[in-house]
């Protein structure tokens, strides 16, 4: 069975484990904000110890590849692709919102839609819909919740499972009897099912020009004029 690093640094908090086939030797997951840079590191090396296990002998290392935080992506990847150019290990890029909804299927085991929902900002989230048996059944988007989101998968009253971090928001706009709703935080033990199909597949990432799914750019807003004249000129505000 394939032993694979699994690294999860898209949401809040930083994630790390080690799992051969589907048996989890070690995790370590992150309980600061927003502290990616600083354990990341020191995460993999726990798990390799608690483990006796060393990163030679990893058969690949798997990654979340977002949407999510966008300095988070950059951290994990930039840590992934590392150990990969340094061991010559194959990179295994997973979408963190496929892994959000089969982490859901593994809880549920439902013949439902399973709509994995992760918080952007305000009433906004990253979204996209798949089937029981994690089949992507509808393109990337970034949507506001209202009253009527997902109108159309939850017209038939099959059962729909929304899971993700922002479960809580779509429950004071989504009412629909046939709307179930399940948290879940991204963690790195919610990559080793897809990560496995695709090692299984010898389905790849390209370790020197894979990049993040960021799906927005970051926020980041400009100066006004003369705030920025201000800066220039050495100026207290």
Partial sequence: MPLLLHIETSAEFCSVCLSEGTTILASREGTERF????????FVEA??????????????VSVSMGPG???????????????????????????????????????????????PLIDARRMEVYTAVFDANNNKLTGTEALILDENAFAEQLKNNKKVIF??????????????????????????????GPALR?????????????????????NITTPRPNVLNKIMNGKKM
């Fill in 69 to 115: 935080s966008y300095t988070g992506l950059r951290i994990g990847l930039s840590a992934a692709k590392g150990i990969c150019y340094a061991l010559d290990k194959p990179l295994i890029a997973v979408s963190t919102l496929k892994a959000l909804a089969s982490a859901a299927h593994d809880l549920r085991k439902e013949a439902a839609l399973y709509i």
């Fill in 198 to 218: 695709k090692w299984e597949a010898k389905d790849f990432a390209d370790v020197a020009y894979s990049a993040p799914f960021y799906f927005k750019n970051p």
């Fill in 163 to 192: 899971c993700g971090n922002a479960v809580e928001k779509a429950q004071t706009v989504i009412t629909a009897s046939n709307a179930d709703f399940q948290p879940l935080i991204s963690i790195s033990t919610h990559l080793i």
């Fill in 35 to 42: 502290t990616h840079a600083s354990q990341i590191t020191v």
């Fill in 47 to 60: 798990c390799t110890n608690e483990a006796g296990r060393t990163l030679a002998e990893l058969s690949a």
